[in-house]
Nanobody, 121 residues
């Protein structure tokens, strides 16, 4: 059974950092790209970053460039989203999803349940 479980969210002050984890089970992470999305209240879901099976990354949100990075540890079947210099506008539920192939251009086929990130003083 394919599962993706996000963790690491929480309340952080502006300028702070968080590292989100996306733990995969039921499949071998090595062969798939993983994407992080976010959805703020009242807004549409927004793609943030994607990492392909070779470790290459694609930014979908210009607002996070220079602040967020994505990485993967295939041995741990986990993908990480490192978020630095957080801003109140980064507040959202963050989801990870599996692309159906090793490249970020593939479609999504499985989603996690999301983790809440709140940036506030």
């Amino acid at each position: 059974q394919v599962q993706l479980v996000e963790s690491g969210g929480g309340l952080v002050q502006p300028g702070g950092s968080l590292r989100l984890s996306c733990a995969a089970s039921g499949f071998t992470l090595d062969y798939y790209a993983i994407v992080w999305f976010r959805q703020a209240p009242g807004k549409e879901r927004e793609g943030v970053l994607c990492i392909n099976s070779h470790g290459g990354s694609i930014y979908y949100a210009d607002s996070v460039k220079g602040r967020f990075t994505i990485s993967r540890d295939n041995a741990k079947n986990t993908v990480y989203l490192q978020m630095n210099s957080l801003k109140p506008e980064d507040t959202a539920v963050y989801y990870c999803a599996r692309r159906s192939a090793y490249v970020c251009s593939a479609s999504d086929d499985f989603w996690g349940q999301g983790t809440q990130v709140t940036v506030s003083s």
